[in-house]
């Protein structure tokens, strides 16, 4: 109401008379949520027809209208009179509509509907080309992610096989009957979970004095030193633009610069004579002139002569970089941390929040190549810190939830995973265990009940079916694990006085394993500088980050959790492909 109010007022004030008058569009939400209180109020609403049916022999139809505000949808009643019902009940057609709300007959379904007075705007379908079904078909997510375009429409998502029940022959036709197990997921409730948990992630940091900064999605360091970045570069436009236009245009020979030269070298003895000679201002002008383009002919061509097809390499085979855009090798980054460090040690408490690119060929349901994660990074803080900070922040995620997301968790409870709210109360409510890395190994390798398929022992990296056993079966609570062996963590990890371990920590949680990975970071130059090389990279990238070490170094902790990993612990869902919107992994970018 308060937005109508507003948006009306700044009407009024306009002076754009030439321009058509701004939408006061109601959202569905609201209209539901007033119900009756709102009855005989007109009103406009617009969205998207999740199923439309004609009813009364064609005089009018019932809309099912969503505007993606909510999981519900609106009834819409539209009289044959009003509008031709055929370009409005296509599932998939966009309406804006003016009506007045209404209360539906006694023992509907629905608390309030609308009786449609004007249809002001259409966006038609044509039904026999629309790539989504139609009606309440529940459809799987693998055949979802063919149209990520128009994922966000469906009413429903998400299908496993259960069996084909049974076989029955009519009118000598076959019909071959499926019945599903059907998990429904509103793609539209995981849009607006994410939103609730993005926009929580950066009110949790407001509220502690964090800073947000954007760190660069370009970068020339690898974070994690396991070289699994994709690479940005134009030499391959380069190459590509290079060939045709040698192609076209065949590079100079030897013989072409010469005659070139000789040309420049006549066009400068020329000059020498007129000056010689005291020529006339006119006529030794015009001589330089033509000596200046006989030079710039003579570099033009020198130019050309260089180019090669493919991409430039040096002398040692090698792709020369430094022709490159950045004049170096440039990557996407697999993390914003060593950035937005540079910001911790001079301004304290930050944070950044973003896009972060992996190279990893894995087709698992845990891995995408592009994914969000929420880095802070504080300085003067241990990993004892470090891990107060993680506890809070993952709490305050899962209560903004409950608080603020009710209805879209209601609905994963009743159509997807029925313990999702209770793994929200849950870790909201019910401090971390913390144990040592090799006190958890120790629980693990005395586990009888379940044989894992990766053995345990001191040394590995815990894999999800250790990390869920400890927090699902052992403790029945979220757990953090810390100090872990060096040999499996980054180079930027503290080493501890026992020269085996890093203060590290991982956060655990039930459905999920691990949701975030931090560590107290190294702060001693020389400690860090042996690292760096130990791990077998090249110091020179990273002597920027070195230099946070030289001048001012400063004890400080951070931290990354997964969003995707953070939505698919709140949901319930199985795959990450299904808790981001474009999802991009091997052999898949669309859009």
């Given at each position: 109401?308060?937005?109508e109010?507003?948006?009306?007022?700044?009407?009024?004030?306009?002076?754009?008379d030439d321009?058509e008058?701004?939408?006061?569009?109601?959202?569905i939400?609201?209209?539901?949520a007033t119900?009756?209180a709102?009855?005989?109020?007109?009103v406009?609403?617009?969205?998207?027809?999740?199923?439309?049916?004609?009813?009364?022999?064609g005089?009018?139809?019932?809309?099912?209208?969503?505007?993606g505000?909510?999981a519900?949808?609106?009834?819409?009643?539209?009289?044959a009179?009003?509008?031709?019902?055929?370009?409005l009940?296509?599932?998939?057609t966009?309406v804006?509509?003016?009506?007045?709300?209404?209360?539906?007959?006694?023992?509907?379904k629905?608390?309030?509907?609308?009786k449609?007075?004007?249809?002001?705007?259409?966006?038609?379908?044509?039904?026999?080309?629309?790539?989504?079904?139609?009606?309440?078909?529940?459809?799987?997510?693998?055949?979802?992610r063919?149209?990520?375009?128009?994922?966000s429409?469906?009413?429903?998502?998400?299908?496993?096989?259960?069996?084909p029940?049974?076989m029955?022959?009519i009118s000598?036709?076959?019909?071959?009957?499926?019945y599903?197990?059907?998990?429904?997921?509103?793609?539209?409730a995981?849009?607006?979970i994410?939103h609730?948990?993005?926009?929580a992630t950066h009110?949790?940091?407001h509220?502690?004095?964090?800073?947000?900064?954007?760190t660069p999605i370009?970068?020339?360091?690898d974070?994690?030193g396991?070289g699994?970045?994709?690479?940005v570069?134009?030499?391959?436009?380069?190459?590509?633009?290079?060939?045709?236009?040698l192609?076209?245009n065949?590079?100079p020979s030897?013989?072409?610069?010469?005659?070139?030269?000789v040309?420049?070298?006549?066009?400068?003895?020329?000059?020498?004579q007129l000056?010689?000679t005291k020529?006339?201002?006119q006529?030794?002008?015009?001589?330089v002139?033509?000596?200046?383009?006989?030079?710039?002919n003579?570099?033009?061509?020198?130019?050309?002569?260089?180019l090669k097809p493919g991409?430039?390499?040096r002398v040692?085979?090698t792709?020369a970089?430094?022709?490159?855009f950045?004049?170096?090798?440039?990557?996407?980054?697999v993390s914003g941390?060593?950035?937005?460090?540079?910001?911790a040690?001079a301004?304290?408490?930050?944070?950044t929040?973003?896009?972060?690119?992996?190279?990893e060929?894995?087709?698992?349901?845990?891995?995408?190549?592009e994914?969000?994660m929420v880095?802070?990074?504080?300085?003067f803080?241990?990993l004892?810190?470090?891990?107060?900070?993680?506890?809070k922040?993952?709490?305050?995620?899962?209560?903004?939830l409950l608080?603020?997301?009710?209805?879209?968790?209601?609905?994963m409870?009743k159509?997807?995973d029925?313990?999702?709210?209770?793994?929200?109360e849950?870790?909201?409510?019910?401090?971390f265990?913390?144990?040592?890395?090799?006190?958890?190994?120790?629980?693990l390798?005395?586990?009888t009940?379940?044989?894992?398929?990766?053995?345990?022992?001191?040394?590995i990296?815990?894999a999800?079916?250790?990390?869920?056993?400890?927090?699902?079966?052992?403790f029945?609570?979220p757990?953090?694990?810390?100090?872990y062996?060096?040999?499996?963590k980054a180079?930027?990890?503290r080493?501890n006085?026992?020269?085996?371990?890093?203060?590290?920590?991982?956060v655990?949680?039930?459905?999920?394993?691990?949701?975030?990975?931090?560590?107290?970071?190294?702060?001693?130059?020389?400690?860090?500088?042996?690292r760096?090389?130990?791990?077998?990279?090249p110091l020179?990238?990273?002597?920027?980050?070195?230099d946070?070490?030289r001048?001012g170094s400063?004890?400080?902790?951070?931290?990354?959790?997964?969003?995707?990993?953070?939505?698919l612990?709140?949901?319930?869902?199985e795959n990450?492909?299904?808790?981001i919107?474009f999802p991009?992994?091997p052999?898949?970018?669309?859009?």
């Open positions: 109401m308060a937005t109010a507003a948006t009306a007022e700044m009407a009024a004030a306009s002076l754009c321009l008058p701004a939408t006061t569009r109601t959202r939400r609201d209209v539901l119900g009756a709102r009855a005989g109020e007109s406009v609403v617009g969205g998207w027809v999740r199923t439309g049916r004609e009813q009364g022999k005089s009018f139809a019932f809309l099912e209208l969503s505007d505000s909510c519900a949808a609106l009834q819409v009643i539209v009289d009179a009003v509008h031709p019902l055929a370009r009940t296509a599932t998939g966009s804006l509509v003016e009506g007045v709300i209404k209360e539906p007959p006694q023992g509907t629905q608390n309030v509907e609308l449609v007075s004007r249809v002001l705007e259409v966006g038609e379908v044509d039904a026999a080309a629309y790539p989504l079904p139609k009606g309440k078909v529940k459809i799987p997510l693998e055949t979802l063919d149209v990520v375009h128009l994922r429409r469906t009413n429903t998502v998400g299908a496993e096989l259960l069996a029940l049974f029955a022959f000598c036709c076959a019909v071959l009957i499926y599903y197990l059907i998990l429904a997921l509103r793609i539209g995981v849009a607006r994410r609730q948990l993005a926009f009110n949790f940091f509220e502690n004095g964090f800073l947000y900064v954007h370009i970068t020339t360091s974070c994690e396991a699994e970045m994709f690479q570069t134009t030499l391959l436009s380069q190459a590509e633009k290079t060939e045709k236009e192609k076209e065949p590079a030897e013989s072409d610069v010469m005659a070139a030269k040309l420049a070298q006549e066009k400068g003895d020329a000059v020498a000056k010689a020529a006339g201002k006529d030794i002008d015009a001589a002139a033509e000596l200046k383009r006989a030079k710039d003579v570099s033009r061509l020198e130019e050309r002569s260089k991409i430039p390499l040692d085979g792709v970089f430094e022709n490159d950045f004049k170096r090798q440039a990557f996407l980054t941390q060593l950035q937005v460090e540079t910001y040690c301004l304290s408490s930050v944070y929040f973003g896009p972060t690119f992996r190279a060929n894995s087709h698992t349901s845990r891995h995408l190549a994914f969000w880095e802070p990074e504080i300085a803080a241990n004892q810190d470090d891990m107060n900070c993680a506890e922040y993952v709490q305050y995620l899962c209560k903004w608080d603020h997301c009710r209805e879209d968790m209601e609905f409870v159509n997807y029925k313990s999702a709210i209770e793994r929200l849950l870790v909201s409510s019910t401090p265990v913390r144990i040592s890395y090799t006190k958890a190994v120790e629980l390798m005395n586990v009940a379940k044989k894992f398929e990766n053995p345990v022992e001191w040394g990296d815990l999800s079916e250790h990390e869920r056993y400890l927090t699902e079966e052992i029945k609570k757990v953090i694990v810390y100090n062996p060096k040999g499996i180079f930027y990890m080493l006085d026992d020269q085996k371990t890093v203060a590290a920590m991982d655990l949680v039930p459905k999920v394993g691990e949701l975030i990975g931090g560590s107290q970071r190294e702060e001693r130059f020389d400690v860090l500088k042996q760096i090389l130990d791990a077998g990279l020179e990238p990273y002597e920027w980050y070195l946070l070490r001048f400063v004890k400080h902790s951070g931290f990354g959790l997964g969003f995707e990993r953070m939505i612990f709140a949901t319930g869902m990450i492909r299904d808790v919107p991009r992994y052999g898949r970018a669309d859009l």
